[in-house]
């Protein structure tokens, strides 16, 4: 009895030796412009080289929905497409698998293709992972992001600072400048005044 599960034991150590851990990379969130193409990417990381036998698998969840659908699948250096579902003739295979890339792309989105697009990737022997999920929201016009809302207010602060300073600057300039102007103005008066003294000192004791 003891034999056998050492024998196990050595069996799965094996397997897991050989099958590593591998990463799948998507966005977060990806926002698209009513009828726009949007490309959903998806990569992975693998501590093996690309196998000629890397796999890659798209399903799809409405908003609203329980359950997903498979919509795309690329196996043995062939994609393919789902000739069911609501996105039969939109999809697009635009990735490049010896780049580790599996993206798609969606033609003409609509509002009815809200919802979250899950990517798998298997690169043999690294098979063992999770996949990636990215939610697609369509808009008539794509919104600001807060990011980009944010860096404007951090511009617009910034510029009133620096006018301030510059216009403090300056007017510190103008004063220093009108001070200096009235001192010279009034030494040049001291010298006359001093001039004429001493010519009219001078004058009788000729």
Not at 112 to 137: E, Q, W, Y
Not at 138 to 163: N, R
């Amino acid at each position: 009895m003891l034999s056998v599960l050492a024998l196990t034991s050595v069996v799965l150590l094996g397997i897991a030796s050989q099958c590593t851990a591998i990463s799948v990379y998507t966005n977060w969130e990806k926002h698209a412009l009513l009828g726009s193409d949007v490309r959903l990417s998806c990569s992975f990381f693998s501590w093996h080289w690309t196998s000629s036998e890397v796999t890659f698998s798209w399903s799809y969840r409405a908003d609203g929905a329980k359950e997903s659908i498979a919509i795309f699948h690329y196996t043995n250096g062939a994609p393919y497409i789902a000739t069911k579902g609501p996105f039969k003739d939109r999809l697009d295979f635009v990735g490049n698998p010896n780049r580790r890339d599996g993206s798609i792309m969606i033609r003409n989105v609509d509002f009815n293709d809200n919802g979250t697009f899950s990517c798998d990737a298997k690169n043999p022997p690294d098979i063992m992972g999770h996949p990636s999920n990215v939610r697609l929201l369509v808009f008539e016009k794509v919104p600001v992001q807060a990011g980009v809302i944010t860096g404007a207010i951090i511009g617009v602060v910034l510029g009133v600072l620096i006018l301030v300073v510059a216009i403090y600057y300056l007017m510190r300039f103008l004063v220093a400048r009108r001070v200096f102007s009235l001192s010279m103005s009034r030494h040049g008066k001291k010298g006359k005044g001093k001039e004429g003294s001493q010519q009219r000192q001078a004058g009788p004791s000729k």
